[in-house]
């Protein structure tokens, strides 16, 4: 039944809640719903008719269609943004500046806004102002645009600088410049270049969700003047689908960057990943699944070890026997990812497929023990491609086995550990 369904297109799981509350600095950042994962398969049909449609001189049809929008990616949908004259804001900075800090493994994280975007903290010495930091009682300082400083020349020039242990990346949205965000480490220590890639990445999408929520305000201004003219509803129209489109590039920039970074901690000597997924996906096609199954099937094969983001480094490369607080930070990790997961709006509908996928189908896996087809159709996959691509990659501790014995091994235990349909799908993809 549940096979069934996916096969035809029929999402088994809704959205999580919007806004997940915890203390935890890094589960408030994902908490913040940074859109939904929109692509041309998640925007119903009839929207992108009517996005499509020439609808000039016809005011009540473009208002319906700004309506519309408005109600997909208002902020309780995107990035939940408060006006600066509100205390909230600068907590909610402030825990992405500590997520950061915890991800990248870095001393201390600050993010500066232009004063169009931080109104509350607005400062007339400044133009760009400490709008959240990793550091208790830090002075809240700022920059003008003038200076020859790392802040303001990254903010000017709109390029990533690296300099003296400081890495400063723009936040940017096409044209819209947004703010910097700063990361700090010790000179001796070199940052991975994936790192950097999904700074950039992170502050790219918080600099598209800032520019659009301003958009949305502007755009739920125009609808309700009765005095604008059409031309101004179609040029709203355009500029808040063009945003829109940016928010579902960055998104998926992202979530690659996030699992290169998880790849670098985990001392992948290739992307485990990537290549996890894009096996996972010719499994996929090779069940004949449908496209929006096969799309999260393959972000899912992405993000199923998201959690070891939060584990130190040097856990992964220990040469030593972990002590029993190192090896929970292991066995927990797919738990926190879960957790984390949960947070992403745009990423919830793949939560089922990652909790289950250490599920085995004679019902001896964990969390649950589930047997057979009630394990996810999409955990069954993830489990072979991920197994599959193990056995056939070097690590630290072993050399890679050979393609066709791994192979071997897969088929052993098929009906035990593996779903035999995928299996054999496997064997028809490799």
């Known amino acids: 039944m549940a096979d069934d369904k996916e096969k035809n297109g029929v999402s088994l799981f809704g959205q999580s809640d919007e806004f997940f509350e915890t203390s935890e600095p890094l589960e408030e950042f ?37 309506s519309e929008l408005v109600a997909i990616y208002s902020s309780n949908k995107t990035l939940s943004l408060l006006n600066f004259d509100k205390k909230e804001d600068y907590a909610i900075y402030t825990a992405i500046a500590h997520s950061i800090v915890q991800m990248l493994e870095v001393e201390k994280c600050n993010i500066y806004l232009t004063t169009d975007y931080a109104k509350g903290l607005a400062n007339p010495d400044f133009d760009l102002v400490l709008a959240g930091t990793s550091v208790e009682g830090i002075v809240r300082e700022g920059y003008k645009f003038s200076e020859n400083s790392i802040i303001s020349v990254t903010f000017t020039e709109c390029d990533t600088i690296a300099k003296d242990g400081i890495v400063a990346t723009p936040m940017y949205c096409n044209s819209q410049k947004v703010g910097v965000v700063a990361i700090q480490t010790s000179a001796r ?36 003047d009765e005095t604008a003219s059409d031309l101004e509803l179609q040029h709203s129209r355009a500029e808040l689908t063009a945003l829109i489109g940016d928010l579902c590039d960055y998104q998926q920039d992202f979530v690659e960057h996030l699992a290169r970074a998880v790849d670098t901690k985990g001392h992948y000597k290739v992307s485990h990943s990537k290549n996890t997924a894009e096996l996972a996906r010719k499994i996929c096609k090779q069940l004949g699944l449908n496209e929006k199954t096969t799309d999260l099937i393959y972000y899912a094969g992405l993000l199923q070890n998201i959690g070891k983001i939060v584990i130190p480094e040097e856990i992964f490369s220990a040469d030593r026997k972990l002590n029993a607080d190192e090896l929970k ?71 890679a086995m050979d393609k066709d014995k791994a192979l ?22 490799v």
């Open 189 to 224: 220590k070199s940052i991975a270049k994936s790192y950097i890639n999904l700074l950039e990445s992170m502050a790219k999408l918080l600099a598209t969700s800032l520019t659009l929520q301003g958009c949305i305000d502007e755009t739920v201004h125009l609808t309700e």
């Open 329 to 399: 930070k292991i066995q927990e990790h797919a738990n926190v990812g879960v957790n984390l997961l949960m947070n992403i709006n745009f990423l919830s509908e793949v939560v089922p497929y990652i909790t289950y996928q250490k599920e085995r189908v004679d019902g001896s896996g964990t969390p649950e023990g589930l047997k057979g087809r009630s394990i996810p159709f999409g955990s069954r996959i993830i489990a072979v491609a991920d197994a599959y691509n193990a056995l056939t990659s070097d690590r630290p501790f072993r050399k």
């Open 408 to 429: 071997s091994i897969m088929k052993e235990e098929a009906g035990q550990k593996w779903d035999f349909d995928v299996v054999s799908a496997l064997e028809q993809c």
């Open 30 to 66: 994902f908490a913040l719903n940074l859109g939904d994962f929109i692509s041309e398969h998640l925007i119903s049909e009839d929207l992108a008719k009517k996005i499509s449609q020439n609808e000039k001189g016809k005011k009540d049809r473009l208002k319906n269609q700004l």
